[in-house]
């Protein structure tokens, strides 16, 4: 049984790859590289295609035997999608609704989808629970939506059974096994941070010393991108009838989604100092006025992924992350190209 990583090259997609090849999974990377990175794909064949290419994805059911998608494939940064929504539409939407039509047509018809805490816009309620109203404040967000819509129409109509998977900040490297995140443009707070202390950035810009919240700044949800991929994994598990955690689906017959993070809000002032301690160097910070639509305070209550995947967020603690992907941060330059190898056999 072999599963198909749309997006396997990318930052969460490649860690997902490795726990499902730890776990003796045989995994087929498709990825058209456009954000993600061929070093990144390791021990398992990788298509470069897009999802869209709908005679490129029928030609990789054809030649294996795939019994479930883990699609990650998709456009995500927030601003381009406000700037650009057609391609978000185009990317996310029209291309996940061309890759399901081929996975039914090839009669594959499980799937874990990457969903997104976005597309509950700004939340009623904090800790934010699955059945809070969603929202979205961004194409980007609106784009998760639609495709989540689509899996429930898909799922009453043609039998596809599927997961959403709606993760807070992802965050952290499994820097041992040479992955971590590699975005350019970069747009996450924790890698920002590191670059400014290692001086590939002049300062790091915080946005809104002003909100309601203890210190003022705003309030995240961090979590490790390795317990992004364990969940991945119970939840591809699941699909397959192989997780041992079971309980009667409550909403949909054939769609469920979870939250995933750690239910633990960490303000930018407290990720600052954590990364100041754990770095040993002192962040130059610029305070900046507030970013419009940024939330005060996303936290998880991720209760509903625990009982129903038996998912706990084990690596999450914001030390851990920090100190993970600072490790990334140092090692990163070894592990990318031709000194792939090296790095590997150096870590
Ligand atoms: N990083 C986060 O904090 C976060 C949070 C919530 C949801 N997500 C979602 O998780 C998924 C992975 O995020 P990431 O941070 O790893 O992003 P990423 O950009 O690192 O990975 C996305 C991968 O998809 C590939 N891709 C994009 N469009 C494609 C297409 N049309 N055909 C084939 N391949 C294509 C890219 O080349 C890349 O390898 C995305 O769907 C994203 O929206 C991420």
Known sequence: ???????????????TVHALIEKGYE???????STGHDWAVR?????????????????????????????FAASSLVGESISNPAKYYENNV??????????????????????????????????????????????????KFMIERILQDYGQAYGLNSIALRYFNAAGAAYEAGLGEEHDPETHVIPLLLETITGKREVFSLFGQDYETEDGSCIRDYIHVKDLA????????????????????????????????????????????VVEKISGKKVPVKVCERRAGDPPVLVAE????????????????????VQSAYKWETVKAFCVGETNQIANRIL
């Open 1 to 15: 049984m072999r599963i198909l990583v749309t997006g396997g090259a990318g930052y969460i997609g490649s860690h």
């Open 27 to 33: 995994v087929i990377v498709y990825d058209n590289l």
């Open 43 to 71: 021990d398992c064949e990788l298509v470069i295609g897009d999802i869209s290419d709908t005679e490129k994805v029928k030609s990789v059911f054809d030649k294996h035997k795939v019994g479930a998608v883990i699609h």
């Open 94 to 143: 029209v291309g996940t609704k061309r890759l399901l039509d081929t996975m039914l047509l090839k009669s594959v018809n499980k799937l874990v989808f990457s969903s997104t805490c976005a597309t509950y816009g700004l939340p009623e309620m904090v800790p934010i629970t699955e059945k809070e109203k969603q929202y979205p404040i961004n194409s980007y967000g609106w784009t």
């Open 230 to 273: 364990d969940a991945h994994v119970r939840a591809v598990e699941r699909l397959l009838g192989m997780n041992s955690v079971s309980v009667e689906i409550e909403e949909y017959k054939r769609f469920e989604c979870f939250n995933l993070g750690t239910g633990e809000g960490v303000s930018v002032l407290k990720l600052i100092s």
């Open 302 to 321: 991720n209760r509903k992924a625990a009982k129903v995947l038996g998912w706990h967020p084990a690596h999450s603690s914001i030390e851990n992350i």
